[in-house]
């Protein structure tokens, strides 16, 4: 009798159970109709838990693997994001961001900018990343409105210098001394020392080569992120120097390898190579032309003469170089 009641007990506790699962699943999808994740994660809750829904005293344990799976993926997630941080390479992060959508409106931008940030950096500095991005973005376009984007190359020593100090307004109003100096205060700097030697360049009283020296060696003497910016100018003057100090390819192949490697070495020497080609086909012309001139010749026939050798040994873009350089 007792082992029939039992018998009878637990369909009535299998039918209730599944009536009670089957109302949870429901409750949570449309609870978590949003969050797709949460709501796949339930749904696998409740199958897991249902294989084994009752313990040896009759206790649902549902609830608890729920719990359990919900906080061990937010564990999980949290490991994989990372706090914000502003530094020097901050600008560079966000230029690399904004040059990849610039067909962009700029609230898309924002807007791409924040989804990815949510992925990305924890929940407490992730308002932080935001918000300097969206400034950043705003700067950018107010620099394009106002054009006052800077060309150090400009001849306009004071136009140059009246569009740095715009740019630094427009700085100052849209972060504050902590963002400004992780952003922008290595630039800064960098453009303070530029102009400073685009007006030593146009120092009258010093003759071509002073200013090209005394450049240099401010270039040298700068900062580091000077040197940074103007390395490359920094290595094409040594090379430059190593050129003049050997007249033999071989030994100037020998020293530029020595100092900036192989690969470099090779390019120059085929550079010198093509160089030193280009003047010998100068010289044999100058030759050519002046033992012409020593002829008695008419000036209609020594003109003839000279369009024929430039043709059997010029292409026409070196025919327009020959005349730059001989004058005619």
Do not use: C
Request: hydrophobic content about 35%.
């Amino acid at each position: 009798m007792t082992t029939r009641k039992i018998r009878g007990v637990y369909p009535v506790l299998g039918g209730l159970l599944a009536l009670l699962v089957l109302g949870v699943i429901f409750y949570a999808k449309s609870a978590f109709k949003t969050d797709n994740f949460n709501q796949r994660l339930l749904i696998s809750a409740f199958k897991n838990a249902s294989e084994n829904t009752l313990d040896e005293n009759g206790v649902i344990h549902g609830s608890s693997v729920i719990s359990a799976r919900l906080k061990n993926k937010a564990v999980s997630e949290s490991k994989r994001l990372t706090p914000f941080k502003l530094d020097y390479s901050t600008k560079d992060s966000f230029d690399r961001f904004i040059f990849l959508r610039t067909s962009e409106e700029p609230n898309e931008v924002k807007l791409a900018y924040s989804i990815q940030a949510t992925g990305k950096f924890t929940q407490d500095t992730l308002a932080v990343a935001t918000d300097l991005f969206g400034r950043y973005v705003d700067y950018k376009v107010s620099l394009s409105s106002t054009e006052i984007e800077v060309d150090l190359a400009s001849h306009s020593l004071r136009d140059v210098s009246f569009k740095l100090d715009e740019r630094e307004k427009t700085r100052r109003a849209y972060f504050n001394d902590n963002e400004y100096h992780y952003l922008f205060s290595q630039e800064a700097q960098v453009d303070e020392a530029a102009l400073a030697r685009l007006q030593l360049a146009q120092e009258s009283t010093l003759s071509r080569d002073e200013r090209k020296a005394l450049i240099i060696e401010s270039l040298e003497t700068g900062s580091q992120a000077e040197r940074n910016a103007f390395q490359p100018t920094l290595n094409m003057h040594r090379i430059n120097q190593i050129k003049r100090s050997h007249d033999s390819i071989n030994d100037r192949y020998n020293a530029v390898a020595a100092e900036f490697g192989s690969e470099v070495a090779d390019r120059f020497a085929r550079t010198w190579e093509n160089q030193a080609h280009w003047k010998n086909k100068i010289a044999d012309y100058e030759k050519y032309r002046d033992n012409l001139s020593k002829q008695a010749i008419a000036a209609s026939e020594l003109e003839s003469a000279l369009r024929e050798y430039q043709s059997a040994h010029f292409t026409d873009n070196e025919i327009k170089r020959l005349k730059v350089i001989i004058g005619s």
